[in-house]
């Protein structure tokens, strides 16, 4: 007959300190992990945010042309309730640049219909 006896294991105090210190460890290393993510995170949302640019003629450019000219993909051009003549209000050059010109108000026929250009 097999007699049963309680085993009773000791772990000593130091191992319980190397298993701590594996596991304040690896809290460290993930938590580092998470604030990396974080702050890559910040950076690429920022990039999105500071792309896209609205340039103003007349009031910050004197033509058309040059506010695309100094536009950059994404950026929106807007122009003011007004007749434009002259050199750089006609025959615009887009330069292959992906952005919009656009009244000040595109949805309302009326604002559409007062921009003249010439």
Not at 40 to 69: F, N, R
Not at 93 to 101: D, E, L, Y
Request: glycine share 6%; hydrophobic share 45%.
């Amino acid at each position: 007959m097999l007699r049963r006896t309680n085993l009773v294991v000791v772990i000593p105090a130091a191992c319980w300190t190397c298993f701590d210190l594996r596991n304040r460890a690896a809290i460290i290393k993930a938590e580092k992990s998470a604030r990396l993510v974080l702050i890559v995170s910040v950076v690429l949302a920022m990039c999105g945010v500071v792309v896209a640019d609205e340039l103003h003629v007349p009031s910050e450019y004197g033509t058309i042309q040059a506010a695309i000219d100094d536009s950059n993909d994404g950026d929106t051009v807007i122009v003011a309730d007004g007749t434009y003549t002259g050199t750089g209000n006609y025959n615009i050059n887009f330069g292959g640049k992906a952005i919009t010109v656009r009244s000040t108000d595109p949805c309302d026929p009326a604002v559409v219909a007062a921009n003249l250009i010439f």
